[in-house]
């Protein structure tokens, strides 16, 4: 055994042991010591940097390092294995995700359709895309001495004869400008209101030269990845759109860990910070950059994301989220405002939160059954969100029932060894062919890129094609022998996708036993959890008539081979339908559309929900569906190995 | 001529040049360099050190520096001359305004009988004290698996069965804290709430334990002193009381100049700061510390302040106040809250400002209408506040009038060269024998204290009995002569009321011929605006009924002897009345009381307001005051010196 030192840039120190020739990164890992390492450890993103301060390591070089970088200590820890005691330095993580926030190329269509789908979908259900934020240019009378009404009287007089009598409020930010605006622009100003029916409030006054485009921001904030729009609240057009990684990520990389982390000293303050202000206002200032636009133009802000996500970005406690009864402070709220949080948009912007409905179902979930349209037609439909927790809801336009079930970080590439996220480099479809056992990929990136790991879709591929092949067995084991099949000290065996020289990193791309294991897990669950929902509600899945798709996994899956896994039912194919992330797509609508926020709220309370953990057959169910398919093959009536 | 050099501890400098002789505070004074004097350079309290730097200066010793002070270069600034070229720092005068803050002690009756008069005159008049702050003590059914609500909705349900259907707000802040006192408490909790016909807005959630008093701060920020007080909002009792110097006072004396410094780069926000950060702050922390009371527990806040002052507090451009038409940016608002401000209140207190109506005629004088009581006789009152400015508002319950009129600091003892605030060593009466001419006086401090300077009301005493002495003629020259008149090289007179040896300062506190011109100034302006508005309503001052006169000028003022120097008009001197500082007692009033506060806002909307400037017939006015009693000596019959 020898000592591992992992030293932080702010003085701290994490002591560990390892064996000789363990990884450096998984070493890191089960110390719970966070490494950025987006390629999960294919040596292929070079962004797990450490730098040795004493003893020595076994690495590999690689081209992310420079001669002049490794003569300075620096190494990939993924590329290193432990081969004395050694002390290095990790590089706060905070940095490294910033650096992997990304703006989206507006130009390419393909970044906007799912806007443009939930906007038709809405219409067509008869949602109004219609909210109640609205520019008026006012001309008040100019003072005289005659007429000596104070600023703020003079713009409400105005404002009053545009949009008869009401309630008019002014904020403090609003009155402060006032008399400035005013005197610059000769009295002749544009106001961004709120109006509802008792009710105005001044949101902003403008110069009537300024370009007054009133600002809106969705943001879907997943556990590991966070999404976000800004649009243009009067036409639904998006000005910029970004994604990032969450910054909680240090703390832990599931809701449970991030809660536990909340609750030591200070946690939750650190939890906030890591969200709001290392991950969320970097974000929006990036876009607004990209776009030319000011934050404080966003007047008003949606969110949607899990019930532990929403409550540790308003830095409430979430303690009470994870401990019977699970009750958690709000499903939905009208207390958040951006000054109360230190978002970076207009001060007076309101924050409304898509509506949770239990602990472990939360607004991503209601935001996406929105814009899955499911509550608008008479079939059975299921929607599925597969994130890092799996969440169903099974219902029509009378009824609809929700769970969730832990299904792990398997379908964005945890937990697998050469998983990764759908960025260049990721396997995302593959076939292979049952007599030379010879795969074939399509590769995410420009043409000639090398592969590099596995995405989701590229995971649920490799395992059908290698069943479907009788490669590997209904328990997920290798049942022949071949070039592309490896076997360790151990016996354990994999499938190489990609021999060192053929692949975009240091080592083999490959699946091994383990990987396939915790997969077969993962969409165990959710079958189970399919199958346990349905039976409840005395339903067999042959009668669902449509599926809808979420989360992560990307548009590359192919549903024929999710069914050949028994990770979905065996209904017919054009049943299927993936729809991207919905949880952002229904921020973008709840923002935008003030009948659409009120039906997502309507949706929420009249959902049912069903907690897996208390259903006795939950178990049972699981273990049968933890095989390829499933225990039960007449279940999949379809699915036969070549 | 030497060269005067000012430093100042963060670096900065000003020069200046000197003749000989010249005293170092007046060098000061001219050069606009604010030093800290509240004795207004008696050599009496010590205040205006300086620390020399290079060079020399004559300096008399004086009690206040230690001789190993005096080694290290301390100086008293009003006890040195110049004599060479000379380099001198200044402290930063905020932190010798902070040592001036006062804690009053409440066991003194008379720091409270104003308020209890307030409260005893306003319930006559059928306004009720209460307001819209409440607490109710809820038991919430704790959750359980068949009831998992969430808190908040827990909360307005278990609210709602105590107060009817209303919509029910929670801002952040009690969000934010609620799982967790909700847990700590087994779900019974205070609710600390302000509750509207339709509204419900909880401003608190505190456990059953705690002692929960609903505090409430009222605030008169003058020019030159900021007072305030700490009360239980359920109760009216008064829980601390403070007052402190105003810490814009080193950006001017008056609003004017204020506006001129706010003007300047970054202006608003310093003078924002010198009066929130530094004044109003700090005096909050030390009546809650004085009180053992949490600052957090003060939900309300009302301002009653001129209008350049509540402009300057709310960091709003004050600009076009003192320029044609003269239009503020609010008379009334309800934009303000304490997290706006960054007043170290309770984040969500609401701060209601008494309502100005007019660029000068400012909250100040409607809250001292307000506990004037002048809007609830069927007799003609004045009400005259004399501040920095002079302010008068004449009527009845049928009508009322205002205006203000520039007096200057002369009743505060500013512009007056012996002049002072009615502190220890004050004289703030006095009677002069005809024959002999030997003053007697009552001092301010305890018995044997000796008289160093004089206040307002000993100002008025000393003026009034030179002149019916005959010391002093109408014009205030002096035209006897004797032990106690002196004549400088130029043949001006002056009244020694204390020669060095019997004065508790370094040198004679005596009254000179420029002093008595400039109090003459000021209460000839007051004069003269009581005239012009009474004539304007065809009155005449015979007609007065009442006088109310409020202000810092202090309950010693001899009402008599106002008349006598023709400061106020020559009515029986039963009319008169101190009523103390309106502006304090009239806050307190709209805080504690919801009528008081609307009988406030009508009041001021039912106000005309005079603009004395425009009247030509008022400089004529004014002209004919600047006498003893005046140069129309019929409108003083009761006035014949002795």
Redesign the interface.
């Known amino acids: 055994m020898f000592k591992v030192t992992f030293t932080f840039e702010d003085g701290t120190l994490v002591e560990s042991y390892a064996n000789e020739g363990e990884n450096l990164l998984e070493v890191a890992r089960k110390s719970n010591v966070v490494i950025d390492a987006p390629c999960s450890g294919n040596a292929s993103c070079g962004k797990c940097r450490v730098q040795l301060k004493d003893g020595v390591l076994d690495t590999k070089k690689t081209r992310h390092i420079t001669d002049e970088e490794f003569e300075k200590g620096w190494r990939l820890a993924c590329a290193s294995t432990v081969c004395a005691d050694v002390s290095v330095m990790v590089p706060d993580i905070a940095s490294a995700f910033r650096s992997r926030m990304k703006v989206a190329d507006l130009s390419s269509k393909e970044e906007l359709q799912i806007f443009e789908k939930t906007k038709a979908d809405l219409e067509e259900a008869g949602i109004a895309l219609r909210n109640s934020l609205d520019i008026v240019e006012v001309t008040l009378d100019a003072?005289?001495?005659d007429?000596?009404?104070?600023?703020?009287?003079r713009l409400m007089r105005a404002l009053r004869r545009y949009m008869n009598l009401k309630r008019v409020?002014?904020?403090?930010?609003?009155?402060?400008k006032?008399?400035?605006v005013l005197?610059e622009n000769d009295f002749a100003v544009k106001c961004v209101l709120r109006t509802t029916p008792n009710d105005m409030f001044v949101y902003d006054v403008l110069g009537m030269k300024e370009d007054a485009v009133i600002g809106g921001l969705a943001i879907d904030i997943g556990t590991t990845t966070v999404s976000a729009l800004i649009i243009n609240m009067e036409t639904g057009e998006i000005i910029a759109k970004g994604s990032a990684g969450n910054g909680q990520i240090r703390y832990g990389a599931d809701v449970i860990n991030r809660i536990i982390e909340s609750q030591k000293p200070g946690g939750r303050q650190r939890l906030q910070k890591a969200v709001i202000e290392e991950t969320i206002n970097p974000m929006i200032h990036e876009m607004c950059r990209s776009a030319n636009f000011s934050p404080d133009r966003i007047y008003r802000m949606c969110v949607a994301s899990n019930t532990t996500m929403n409550h540790l970005f308003?830095?409430?406690?979430a303690?009470?989220l994870r401990m019977?009864?699970?009750?958690?402070?709000?499903?939905k709220?009208?207390?958040?405002?951006a000054?109360?949080?230190g978002i970076d948009i207009n001060r007076d912007a309101h924050i409304i939160v898509a509506p949770?409905i239990?602990s472990y179902v939360g607004g991503d979930i209601t935001a996406g059954t929105l814009t899955s349209m499911i509550w608008n037609k008479p079939e059975f439909s299921l929607f599925i969100d597969l994130g890092t927790n799996g969440e169903l809801v099974f219902g029509n336009s009378d009824f609809m029932m929700s769970c969730a079930c832990s299904a792990g970080p398997a379908f964005e590439g945890g937990d697998i060894s050469c998983g990764m996220r759908a960025t260049d480099g990721a396997i995302e479809a593959c076939t292979i062919d049952k007599e030379t056992m010879e795969p074939s990929f399509k590769i995410v990136g420009e043409p000639g890129t090398k592969p590099i790991g596995l995405c989701g879709s590229g995971i649920i591929d490799v395992i059908s094609e290698l069943f479907m092949c009788g490669i590997i067995n209904p328990k997920g084991k290798f049942v022949r022998e071949g070039r592309r099949i490896k076997r360790d000290q151990y016996g354990m065996g994999s499938y190489v996708l990609a021999f060192e020289e053929e692949a975009g990193s240091v080592k083999d791309v490959e699946i091994t036993e383990v990987d396939i294991d915790n997969f077969i897990r993962a969409k165990g669950a959710i079958f189970s959890a399919i199958r346990t929902m349905m039976s409840s509600l005395d339903f067999d899945v042959s009668m669902i008539e449509n599926v809808y798709v979420a989360g992560g996994i990307g548009s590359g899956i192919n549903m024929q081979n999710a069914v050949n896994i028994g990770m979905f039912p065996d209904i017919p194919l054009e049943l299927f339908h993936y729809i991207g992330n919905s949880s952002l797509s229904g921020a973008y609508a709840m923002l935008l559309s003030t009948d659409a926020e009120r039906k997502t709220y309507d949706l929420a309370s009249n959902m049912t929900y069903m907690?897996l953990s208390?259903v006795p057959s939950y178990m049972d169910e699981f273990v049968g569906a933890c095989f390829l398919p499933h225990t039960d093959t007449s279940m999949f009536p379809s699915v036969s190995p070549r």
């Open positions: 003072p005289t001495l007429d000596t009404m104070p600023d703020n009287e409020r002014l904020p403090y930010a609003v009155l402060k006032l008399p400035d005197r308003a830095g409430i406690n303690d009470p019977e009864p699970y009750i958690p402070a709000f499903f709220t009208n207390s958040l405002f000054s109360d949080l949770n239990g907690e208390t």
